[in-house]
C-alpha cells in the first residue's frame, strides 16, 4: 500500500478546508495515524480545497453514509 493523504492537524470541523499536512500511507500504523485527523486524499494548491486548486491524487477515497438505510424497516 502506497498513497497520500493529507490532513489538517484538526478533526470534527465541518468547514475546513486547508489540509497542509502531506502524509505518504506505506503501512497500516501510518494510515491510522493520519486519518484520525480530518482528511483528503488530493493535493491542492496552497493545501485549500476546491474543484479549481485541485492538482492531483494517487488514490480514491469512498465516503459511504448509511444515515438513512440503518433502519432495515
Known sequence: ?????YHSGKTG????????????ITDDKS???TVQ??????EFTNH???N???IKSDVIVMD??????NNPN
Not at 485527523?37 to 488530493?42: K, L, N, Q, S, T
Open 1 to 5: 500500500m502506497q498513497f497520500s493523504l
Open 13 to 24: 470541523i465541518q468547514t475546513s478546508t486547508v489540509y497542509p499536512n502531506e502524509v505518504r
Open 31 to 33: 494510515l491510522l495515524n
Open 37 to 42: 485527523y480530518d482528511h483528503v486524499g488530493a
Open 48 to 50: 485549500t480545497r476546491s
Open 52 to 54: 479549481s486548486n485541485f
Open 64 to 69: 459511504i453514509d448509511n444515515d438513512k438505510t
